[in-house]
């Protein structure tokens, strides 16, 4: 499951790497709608904002691009919006939601919309045909999960790390047990983020995930695009990626 | 634009905010990622447990009679008065505070809670770096280690602070993603606090951020406004008629206001930097001319633009160039409790050269701010009324930034 930041370099560029994805076969794809205080967020996709931003992309326009794409293309997976509750609010939570069904998208992330402060928004989201995809983090407590499995849909974004994003050598050796035990209290699917780069990880979580998500590790090939060479370049090295992940997904 | 599901009606504004989900009235709450949450669920326990332990609050205010040197004067300021021709203006000197800014009262009530809950290391963010050097200052008291995020452009703006913050044994990590000033230093604390919130308190500086921060800092702000009270009383035997203070995260203007808020008679007006203009960018006016908005974990005013991304904001005063405020400030702008006016950077320093002139205190350019609205508002009053004007902080660490602009070589 593949995260990707709209509108960088462009928006063109958002539409080629999603299809480029979709034939290479991921399950998922999550995009973000640049922020320009994302506190969640690593260097590297803060740096993917702040490009699309610099350019001055309107939320307007990604909606118009991803509505384009998923009127023309049948085949592509699910595409989710991963935004932060300042635009939604900005909007208004009903206008935002209509117009992400409009556009097609499956379902929000909302990363500053804990649990607690859902439920209102869950409610919203309830009667739309999108999904709110509620996070728990390494740091949740058991009576925070509770809370957070009434309000959650879609799947669970489970957070490999206490920390923000950004790829890392390693995963916490408690991410397993954590994983076990969400099994063992929900039937929503489990997809484990942040941190996460290398098909070796995969391997480690395919047997207790059901979906693994990498960020930084793709969003990291649009760094240098300047022109057409080197946006085919990027292109080409996302699509290995994404092509060495779904293989390790698939393997058993 | 005001969501259904955001807003609770509120009239007349009161003491007793916020409920137990950080609201007051309908601002506030926790806008935070979900890794965040168990800290602050932690901290607000805590919180409410110090609040109750007169020990704690012993250990506190010995701290700030012994080493702050509290209560700091209501001081007449005879020659300011007699130059803005009317009411009779009174300084409070949180200028004269340990550290030179009242950034250390909250400084050290947190620095206290830090090690009541167990945690070892200390994270703060800063913009004109007084808040900072409070922080290094309760740090190297405690012997907490302690890390302090400031924007490049405001290292550049405040360097003897950053010294000062190094010679107590800081580190003074240059933040220089975005505007490069207090608003990142916000987003890069928050972030080293998303890693390491086990161990790590973020003592934040201002009203802002998620519940229970706003809180808890006007909670220690608000012996500003207690002891004002008291001293109004001794002087003059009333209440003042008009209180002023400058408004950037909103904090000393919060702790002065709060103990007053239930006394409907005496005016409460804060004071935002209206920078060059009133054209988004050349301001950092979020009560004045913002909207209502999420940013950095809480529901409140905001700069921002159509789409909710944060405006750039600008302010001569690095300690008040942010884009935000605290939402108990929203809650008093919407419910009419306190006016909000701002003045501009050019009034400031002016402001700042009259007091030098007329009083000999140098202020800092974010008190500067209340004090050339405070003349204002004073030669409006007649002779026999009173007008208190916080004096947050004082001017040293400005000098370099204040010969700059008017081109004198120190
Ligand atoms: C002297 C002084 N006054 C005021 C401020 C503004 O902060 P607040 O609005 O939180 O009091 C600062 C911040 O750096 C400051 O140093």
Redesign the interface.
């Known amino acids: 499951m593949p995260y990707i930041a709209a509108g960088d370099p462009d928006l063109a560029t958002t539409a080629e790497i999603i299809k480029e994805l979709s034939s290479a076969g991921v399950d998922l794809i999550e995009v973000g709608f640049p922020y320009s205080d994302p506190i969640a967020d690593g260097p590297v996709i803060q740096a993917s904002y702040t490009r699309a931003l610099d350019k001055g992309l309107k939320v307007e326009q990604i909606f118009e691009t991803v509505q384009k794409l998923t009127t023309a293309e049948d085949s592509l997976p699910p595409l989710v919006a991963m935004v932060s509750f300042a635009i939604i609010f900005r909007v208004g939570p009903e206008a935002f939601i209509k117009k992400a069904e409009v556009a097609g998208f499956s379902g929000l992330i909302v990363p500053d919309l804990p649990g607690d402060e859902a439920e209102e928004f869950a409610a919203l989201i309830s009667g739309s045909s999108l999904d709110l995809v509620q996070l728990i983090a390494p740091t949740t407590p058991d009576h925070r999960v509770e809370k957070i499995l009434n309000t959650a849909s879609g799947f669970l974004y489970c957070i490999s790390v206490a920390g923000i994003t950004g790829a890392r050598d390693e995963l916490p050796p408690e991410l397993n047990d954590q994983l076990r035990d969400l099994r063992s209290r929900t039937d929503l699917p489990l997809a484990v983020g942040f941190g996460i780069s290398k098909p070796e990880q995969v391997d480690i979580l395919r047997d207790v995930a059901d979906g693994i998500i990498v960020g930084s590790a793709i969003v990291r090939h649009l760094e240098n695009v300047t022109d057409d060479a080197s946006k085919a370049m990027a292109l080409k090295a996302i699509r290995q990626m994404a092509d060495g992940l779904v293989a390790a997904t698939h393997r058993s | ?1 005001s ?1 259904p ?2 807003s609770s009606p509120h009239t007349v504004a009161t003491s007793q905010v916020p409920d137990e ?1 950080g609201r007051f009235g309908e601002f506030g ?11 602050l669920e932690d901290l607000t326990a805590h919180y409410a447990n110090v609040k109750q332990d007169a020990e704690f609050q012993m250990e506190l205010s010995d701290l700030l009679r012994e080493y702050v040197g509290r209560p700091n004067p209501l001081y007449f300021a005879e020659r300011l008065t007699e130059h803005a021709g009317g009411a009779k203006i009174f300084l409070k000197r949180e200028d004269l505070n340990h550290t030179g800014a009242h950034k250390i009262n909250n400084a050290l009530g947190q620095a206290l809670l830090t090690m009541r809950m167990g945690k070892k290391r200390v994270i703060a963010e800063t913009g004109a770096g007084q808040h900072g050097v409070a922080t290094a200052t309760a740090c190297a008291r405690f012997g907490l280690p302690c890390v302090v995020y400031m924007g490049e452009e405001d290292i550049r703006r405040q360097k003897l602070n950053v010294f000062n913050m190094k010679l107590m044994g800081a580190e003074v990590r240059p933040v220089t ?2 505007s490069r000033t207090l ?1 990142d230093a916000i ?1 890069e604390a ?2 080293d606090w ?2 390491s ?2 161990e790590t308190h973020y003592i934040i500086g201002s009203v802002v951020g998620p519940h229970p921060f706003p809180m808890m800092v006007r909670d220690f702000q608000s012996i500003i406004g207690l002891e004002t009270r008291l001293q109004a009383l001794e002087h003059t035997g009333s209440l003042p008629h008009e209180v002023i203070a400058c408004v950037g995260g909103g904090s000393n203007s919060a702790g002065m206001f709060y103990p007053f808020v239930d006394d409907k008679n005496v005016v409460l007006t804060g004071v935002e930097p209206g920078g060059k203009g009133s054209a988004p960018g050349e301001h950092a006016s979020t009560l004045v001319h913002g909207e ?6 809480s ?1 409140s005013y ?1 700069l ?1 633009d ?5 405006s750039d904001v600008h302010s001569i005063s690095a300690g008040l160039d942010y884009p935000g405020v605290g939402p108990e400030h929203s809650y008093w702008k919407d419910t009419g409790r306190v006016n909000y006016v701002n003045c501009s950077d050019d009034e400031a320093l002016e402001a700042f050269q009259l007091l030098a002139r007329t009083e000999g205190i140098l202020p800092a350019l974010e008190s500067s701010h209340a004090i050339a609205h405070g003349i204002k508002a004073a030669g409006k009053r007649s002779k026999d009324e009173n007008v208190v004007i916080c004096l947050s902080g004082r001017g040293d660490k400005d000098v370099y930034e204040l010969a700059r602009i008017l081109r004198k070589d120190i």
């Open positions: 634009m969501s599901f955001l989900r709450r926790r806008f935070v990622p979900e890794t965040l949450m168990h800290a993603s975005g608003r987003n928050m972030r998303m890693s919130v086990k209502k908005g999420v940013l950095h974990g529901y905001v921002q159509s789409s909710g991304q944060t």
